[in-house]
């Protein structure tokens, strides 16, 4: 099992930049893929950027060129770069972890990023 934390969030304005941190417990980090998730209200969960275990990255569209995936393994932290800020961006993330070998799944709480003048 892991446990997954969420944190950085916060209100920038548009053109600003965030970066969000996951920080993972109670497994070992290495043997999941991670990823980054948004929820605007009304709207469902969608991705946002993927790293693999063995560092492969993969981002929605509406995010290439602005955000960046990185993980650090031995801080069991995934980390969430957010550049150019527009306020579509504006939802609450979660980070997820999905085991390589048994595919579970396992989300954190969320931390909400608020773009706006």
């Known amino acids: 099992q892991v446990q997954l934390v969420e944190s950085g969030g916060g209100l920038v304005q548009p053109g600003g930049s965030l970066r969000l941190s996951c920080a993972a417990s109670?497994?070992?980090?290495?043997?999941?893929?991670m990823g980054w998730y948004r929820q605007a209200p009304g709207n469902q969960r969608e991705l946002v950027a993927t790293?693999?275990?063995?560092?492969?990255?993969n981002y929605a569209d509406s995010v290439k060129g602005r955000f960046t995936i990185s993980r650090d393994n031995a801080k069991k932290t995934v980390y969430l770069q957010m550049n150019s800020l527009k306020p579509e961006d504006t939802a609450v993330y979660y980070c997820n972890a999905v085991h390589i070998l048994t595919a579970r799944v396992y989300w954190g709480q969320g931390t909400q990023v608020t773009v706006s003048s």
């Open positions: 109670g497994s070992i980090f290495s043997l999941y893929n």
């Open positions: 790293i693999a275990s063995g560092g492969s990255t």
